[in-house]
């Protein structure tokens, strides 16, 4: 006897057997028992999950000798001949190649005959909408008022390239796609009777592949059967039909979170070099990230995410990591990556790009800000009202901005790096250097080139900045900031090295050097104050507060709540605005 393949061979013969289209089975069943069957029926749905075979079952149920019945026999010859293809009653059309208006026509000369066994004569027409305009119009009428004998099977994965006038005159079923839980599930009593040894990592890779599909997912395990024999691991089934595996995809999840840009670069040219598909990681990515956003957001909907027990666990771990708005952001960037990558040369260089990008948005949200503001307010004892200035932190990440309205001239600060969280506790004063302020300067200079610059140089993110900061110096160091000029000459250099990588880098490298946390400004030699933008970004307005009159930065400086502020955010003034 020939081989038959798995999908043909458990294809479902009840209607208890069809996996994860309960809604439809249960309609179906109900307008059997009531004896509501219309005339005409459209199954619509992706690839494999179950549109034919729910046509097939319909009509078993609705010529079995003991029909119409919601448990046909299986035994009858109507039944036999309906599984095996051969009924005279049931007859299956491909729209593909029957699409011109003559196979039509002879269709609609055909259905004024009645059936030879059965109780009904039933035309199932798979894949309708490769039909003909012509072919729609011709068959309308037919439709519309057929033959009391006659039903009508209509099944397609593109309904909207359907006649509306044909739909119409059709009961619709939209067939859902199988959760990955439910393959999982059916994989496992599949091998279970062909005594095939499948463990759960791979189950689980098969369903991920599939895509919702279950016919695809038992052509896969038919494949990995030939491949390996009676016994199939996850890395047969990744080297077969190159996924990545789950525990890779939440190591880079979790690289990714953490901002380890080392990590992500490794990861990814591993998956290269074993020949991934690129497009597809980006895409499981982005599902995974969405996820992660449900689980957070919307604990309570967990339950409801395409997702198994082990896959919880794991969003457990990242939850901490990370906030709404950065997986919003990630998920926008991977998007925004899978749209480009068809006409991209260089997938790997896309995909590594992409997800840099994604380490390094450290958005805080507008929420966050007032939080932090809040928080500083009450640590330093100030009420509302004698906050004459209300700061507006920007980040080196992209930034969020919050521009509050204020009756005063407001001073608007910015920093490199905010705390990460406020307590509402006292500000503790920054660690004095174990060395004067003055022989640090010398030490740093010293070592500017040969050891601080690079430093900066071999961090991958930061390499360009090299070049840059060959032609600065430092200009002064202070407990919690350094001073980096460039002279008048090299004023361009100045704008090139304000990228936020850059920055980061170089606030690390002279962290280590000088054994605390400091933040990095720049300016030109020549402009006088800490200015770190262009002189020509300057307002020049200067504020007034609380009636005093107008204000340079130097007495803004000397406010007490503005001069906290700063130290609290890391900040400096950069303009004062009316």
């Known amino acids: 006897m020939a081989y038959e393949v798995l999908a043909r061979k458990w294809r479902p013969q009840q209607f208890a057997d069809v996996v994860g289209q309960g809604h439809v089975t249960q309609t179906l069943q109900n307008a059997i028992k009531a004896n509501r069957i219309a005339h005409a029926y459209l199954f619509v749905g992706p690839r494999g999950t179950g549109k034919t075979s729910l046509a097939r079952l319909f009509a078993k149920a609705l010529n079995c000798k003991n029909g119409p019945t919601i448990t046909p026999c299986d035994v009858c010859d109507s039944c036999r001949e309906i599984v095996a293809g051969t009924s005279m009653d049931v007859l299956e059309i491909d729209g593909a190649s029957n699409n011109g208006v003559e196979q039509v026509r002879d269709l609609r000369d055909n259905v004024k005959f009645a059936p030879v066994h059965g109780a009904y004569k039933i035309y199932i027409i798979d894949e309708v909408h490769m039909l003909s305009t012509a072919a729609f119009n011709a068959l309308l009428k037919t439709l519309e008022e057929p033959p009391p004998h006659v039903k009508f099977f209509f099944a397609t994965t593109e309904a909207h390239k359907v006649l509306p006038t044909i739909v119409s005159r059709c009961q619709r079923f939209d067939l859902r796609r ?54 199939i691991t996850e890395a047969d089934v990744l080297a077969v039909f190159g996924l990545v595996s789950r525990q890779t995809l939440e190591t880079l999840g979790l690289a990714v979170l953490k901002g380890d840009v080392s990590e992500i670069v490794r990861i990814i040219g591993e998956l290269d070099a074993s020949g991934k598909d690129m497009q597809r990681l980006v895409l499981e990515l982005l599902d995974q990230f969405r996820s992660l956003l449900i689980y957070i957001c919307a604990p309570t909907s967990a339950a409801s995410l395409d997702i198994v027990e082990s896959q919880l666990e794991s969003f457990k771990k990242q939850a901490g990591l990370a906030t709404p708005d950065r997986l919003m952001r990630i998920a926008e960037i991977l998007s925004q990556t899978e749209d480009r990558m068809r006409y991209s040369l260089s997938r790997r260089t896309l995909v590594e790009t992409s997800l840099i990008r994604c380490a390094l948005s450290t958005l805080v949200s507008v929420d966050e800000l007032l939080k932090r503001v809040e928080s500083l307010r009450q640590a330093l004892g100030v009420e509302p009202a004698t906050l004459t200035a209300t700061p507006v932190v920007r980040e080196t990440a992209p930034a969020a901005f919050v521009r509050p309205q204020a009756p005063a001239a407001s001073a608007v600060t910015t920093g490199v790096t905010p705390p990460a969280a406020v307590k509402p506790s006292p500000v503790k004063p920054a660690p004095v250097p174990s060395v004067p302020p003055a022989n640090e300067l010398e030490h740093l200079t010293a070592q500017w080139r040969s050891e601080i610059v690079e430093r900066v140089g071999r961090i991958g993110t930061a390499a360009l900045a090299r070049n840059l900061l060959l032609d600065a110096r430092p200009l002064s160091v202070e407990p919690m900031r350094v001073v980096i000029g460039f002279d008048p000459e090299f004023a361009g250099n100045l704008e090139k090295i304000k990228v936020p990588h850059y920055i980061k880098a170089i606030q690390g490298v002279l962290t280590q050097f000088l054994k605390r946390q400091v933040n990095v400004e720049f300016q030109l030699i020549a402009t006088e104050g800490p200015v770190d933008i262009p002189a020509d970004h300057v307002a020049e307005k200067s504020g007034t507060v609380g009636g005093k009159g107008p204000k340079s930065k130097q007495d803004w400086y000397k406010e007490p709540v503005v001069r906290k502020t700063l130290e609290f955010f890391n900040g400096s003034i950069v303009d004062i605005r009316e």
């Open 178 to 231: 199988i959760r990955t839980e439910l393959i999982v599930e059916r994989l496992n009593l599949i091998v279970k009777a062909e005594n095939i040894t499948l463990d759960s990592d791979a189950a689980l890779a098969i369903a991920r592949g599939a895509e919702g599909g279950l016919r695809d997912a038992e052509s896969a395990l038919d494949q990995l059967i030939a491949f390996r024999g009676e016994a």
